[in-house]
């Protein structure tokens, strides 16, 4: 079944957090379970569907990073993760690609996992090299943190909300 919005190649959730932990080896007999941390910020969960590309990662870099979804403190006013500054933590989210037929979930739309996670590779180095050049997360030691592709996660947040977002690419 092909994706039956051909214009959609990319999806992202985008939601405000206090904090988060995200656990990306599970624990083994020879040691613990290894987990990455974020403070206040953003969590995106990103499903790659097919016709992603390269160029298009840049264009959700981009747009992401800098559209004004955050609330500041005091006054509440609505800013980028980078003006705020905040932290992000990047979810791979392979479910946000499947369609309801019937009973079951499907997946036909998603990208292939091979190319999934260059493209996974190449968003989380676009966005932690957004990071290092900006002047307000750079000054803060705000940090870009993310998941491993493919693999099953153990996901806790706090949020300041339900304050979420969907955005297709």
């Known amino acids: 079944m092909a994706n039956p919005d051909t214009s959609t190649k990319a999806r992202i959730v985008v939601q405000q957090c206090l904090s988060a932990k995200l656990q990306v080896e599970p624990a083994s007999e020879d040691s613990e379970a290894q987990y990455v941390e974020v403070g206040r910020g953003i969590i995106i969960y990103l499903c790659f569907l097919k016709g992603s590309t390269e160029d298009l990662v840049e ?39 499947g369609k309801a037929k019937g009973k079951a979930m499907q997946y036909h739309s998603n990208i292939d996992k091979t190319e999934g996670r260059e493209l996974y590779s190449k968003f989380c180095t676009m966005c932690t090299e957004m990071f290092a050049t900006n002047p307000k997360t750079k000054e803060t030691n ?4 993310h998941g491993t592709y493919g693999n099953r996660q153990v996901l806790s947040v706090v949020t300041n909300g339900p304050y979420t977002h969907i955005l297709d690419f």
């Open 142 to 145: 705000k940090t870009v943190k």
């Open 59 to 97: 264009k959700m870099v981009r747009s992401i990073l800098t559209v004004r979804l955050s609330e500041s403190e005091p006054n509440g006013k609505l800013v980028s993760v980078l003006d705020l500054p905040g932290d992000v933590l990047i979810v791979p989210q392979a479910t946000l690609g």
